[in-house]
């Protein structure tokens, strides 16, 4: 873990007019834009599964729940920190689809783990979300897994889902089960 102060000792080793860069998309590095970097809130340890990083930014709907309703966060440890977004990834538009066996269609993004799928809509602006149910992972990583963190995403974060999400998969139990979490989701957005 860095602190600022940290930082700031790292920074006042190099000259002040040097350019800050991030890493790209697939390689390469963008220049930070000042915008990009806020602070925020953020509940610690909250994450147990390896994939999302351990801690969660906290919107200010959370720190309004009421004590009789405790969440994962509510009842964390919490502290102030500096958040850099990635300029690049954040506004890259990507359609997303989600399968480990079908080819995507013609301009889209293909990823085969729930894992991929939530780094991917966490750092892009995914403006369509189409699921497979089954990915050949056992049935704690499927499609649903995705619209299930998409869906607490939206509900209690505030989080922007895709424009458009869609299930595509052959199962017709796990279609429904996504169907129904979009439609969770959807009645949240409004």
Avoid at 120 to 139: M, Q, R, Y
Wanted: glycine share 6%; charged share 30%; with cysteine.
């Amino acid at each position: 873990m860095m602190n600022v102060g940290q930082l700031i000792e790292i920074l006042l080793k190099v000259d002040p007019s040097r350019r800050v860069v991030i890493s790209g998309y697939e390689g390469g590095v963008d220049d930070l834009d000042a915008t990009l970097v806020s602070q925020v809130l953020v509940c610690l340890d909250v994450n147990l599964d390896g994939y999302y990083g351990p801690h969660e930014v906290v919107t200010p709907e959370e720190l309004a729940r009421p004590p009789d309703k405790p969440s994962r966060k509510s009842v964390s440890t919490k502290a102030e920190a500096l958040f850099l977004k990635s300029s690049r990834d954040m506004f890259r538009t990507v359609r997303l689809w989600v399968d480990d066996e079908r080819a995507a269609p013609a301009g889209w993004t293909r990823v085969t783990t729930p894992e991929e799928a939530i780094a991917i809509i966490k750092s892009h602006n995914v403006t369509e979300l189409s699921l497979d149910h089954d990915l050949g992972l056992g049935e704690e990583r499927t499609g649903y897994t995705v619209a299930v963190w998409l869906e607490e995403a939206v509900a209690t974060r505030g989080f922007e889902a895709p424009e458009k999400i869609t299930s595509h998969s052959a199962n017709p139990v796990g279609r429904r089960r996504i169907e129904q979490a979009i439609a969770n989701i959807e009645r949240v957005k409004r």
